[in-house]
């Protein structure tokens, strides 16, 4: 039976509107460049302190000097917590939130065991609206305010999707899942039918409040090559949609692909044959590149959407970071969700550190490298950087105030250490669900945690 797990949203407009300026004193930690290329980016103070105004950052300093620019503003005194960009997920898939924890599988056999009966599942509009909310009750209570989401396969779920989003008001780009071939039947569409479906949730989502729409042909090996046409006109139509799908998770998979496509050079020339790769381009995985493909990936200038934790839970392997880095091809964080171990960005950058340290060419990520692919990479990513993803004067006031319960080990970790980057690793390292307790979008609280 479908009931409602989630509790009553609480979304609410707190910072001050018009000339009024609300100051946020706290530690504050933000990233405004890219850590790999400017390793002394990160901005860190104890006694921070943000401003806002009209939803925008109107400064982002010490608390004296802020302060002292805005002498008649309110001031909430958050001494004891941390405030940090809005967490920013490049890969997450909607309808999987209910099967997380189903351990054991590697990817195919997870897909045909575990996530596409759950998928089909959507096929029921009411059951698509419950998961909706505790889809998005899920990105909000652990930090996420911006995300790109595979919808369902189903254009009313993938609605139901999207109105989920904007009542919560999260910025949410997403988009109907298209597939044709070798799923379970009820999840695959016609290609003329997947486009009408997308063009009537593009006209109806695209721009709206604080969403966007994606076009996501689920991989390769479930697109034929008209459903990849659909996906390049769709495109060409609009060109500021972004494109996001999967690539080189795992061995079985990308031999998989070679056997449907054997004209094609590798699994990024069966993208690439239908113009599909460019710099609104977002791919998840990419565990088992190639150089050729990476070289081409920065070429292209598109993004990809490193899933550590889903990575090891299904076995696919190590992200090759290094390797992305030196080809200089962007990257960020996403949770993958049903295939990985939940939602949660902090916990991605924490399972990124780890698993780097294990790496063919390992590298010891810092808490600034892990706090930028939390934040700002996934703004770069999703060509949003000068909106959102750091604490830059004039952008949108996305932010996450973490502090401890009292007891937990955060807790007692930061009540023992002055020292910034220490407090930002302890914070990346334990933070979780628990430790949320305010998260706001252009200064909406969209989710308050423990009072």
């Known amino acids: ?18 000339d009024s300026v609300e100051i946020l004193r706290a530690a504050v930690f933000h990233t405004p460049k890219n850590t790999f290329e400017y390793p002394e980016a990160l901005f860190a103070i104890t006694d921070g302190a943000v401003a806002i105004k009209s939803g925008r950052i109107a400064a982002c ?28 997920d490049t890969h997450v898939h909607f309808p999987q939130v209910r099967i997380t924890g189903s351990l054991g599988h590697s990817l195919l056999d997870w897909l045909d065991a575990v996530a596409l ?28 305010t911006t995300s790109l989401v595979f919808g369902a396969h189903f254009a009313d779920a993938t609605a139901a999707l ?37 063009r009537n949730l593009i006209e109806n989502f695209h721009g709206r409040s604080r969403l966007q729409y994606a076009v996501i042909p689920r991989f390769a090996f479930s697109a034929s090559e008209p459903m990849l046409e659909v996906c390049q006109s769709l495109l060409r139509e609009e060109p500021s949609l972004i494109f996001t799908t999967h690539i080189n998770e795992n061995p079985d998979e990308i031999a998989q692909v070679a056997g449907l496509f054997p004209a094609a050079e590798d ?32 070429a292209h200038g598109a993004s990809i959407a490193h899933c550590p934790c889903s990575n090891g839970a299904l076995g696919s392997g190590i992200f090759p970071l290094t390797r ?14 049903g295939g990985g171990t939940g939602f949660g960005i902090l916990k991605e950058a924490l399972q990124a550190h780890l698993m780097q340290r294990l790496a063919a060419q390992p590298r010891v990520l810092s808490p600034a490298e892990m706090l930028y692919l939390a934040t700002r990479a996934g703004a770069e990513a999703l060509s949003m950087e000068t909106e959102i993803g750091d604490f830059t004067v004039g952008k949108a006031a996305d932010l996450i105030f973490v502090k401890p319960p009292a007891g937990s080990t955060l807790h007692t970790v930061l009540a023992h250490t002055e020292d910034p980057e ?5 914070v990346l390292t334990l933070g979780d669900q628990d430790s949320i307790c305010e998260v706001r979008i252009e200064g909406d609280l969209i989710y308050e945690g423990r009072p």
Not at 422 to 426: E, K, P, S
């Open 117 to 144: 009966p759950e998928e089909a599942a959507m096929a029921d509009p009411d059951h698509a609206r419950v998961v909706a909310r505790e889809f998005t009750h899920g990105l909000a209570s652990h930090g996420t």
């Open 324 to 337: 992305h880095l030196d080809a200089g091809v962007r990257v960020a964080l996403g949770t993958d969700i």
């Open 1 to 18: 039976m479908t009931t409602a797990t989630v509790p009553r949203v609480r979304t609410k407009t707190i910072a001050m509107r018009g």
């Open 61 to 88: 300093d010490d608390y004296i000097a802020v302060r002292a620019l805005f002498p008649d503003a309110v001031v909430r005194d958050l001494r004891g917590g941390c405030i940090l960009p809005g967490l920013i």
């Open 162 to 198: 999207f109105e989920a989003a904007k009542h919560r008001g999260l910025r949410v780009v997403a988009g109907l899942v298209l597939s044709d071939r070798l799923l379970r039947p009820e999840l695959h569409q016609t290609p003329d039918v997947a486009f009408r479906a997308c």
């Open 422 to 426: 220490r407090i930002l690793g302890a």
């Open 267 to 298: 699994y990024l020339a069966v993208y690439e044959k239908y113009d599909l790769i460019g710099r609104h381009s977002v791919l998840a995985h990419n565990v088992h590149t190639t150089d050729s493909q990476l070289q081409r990936l920065s």
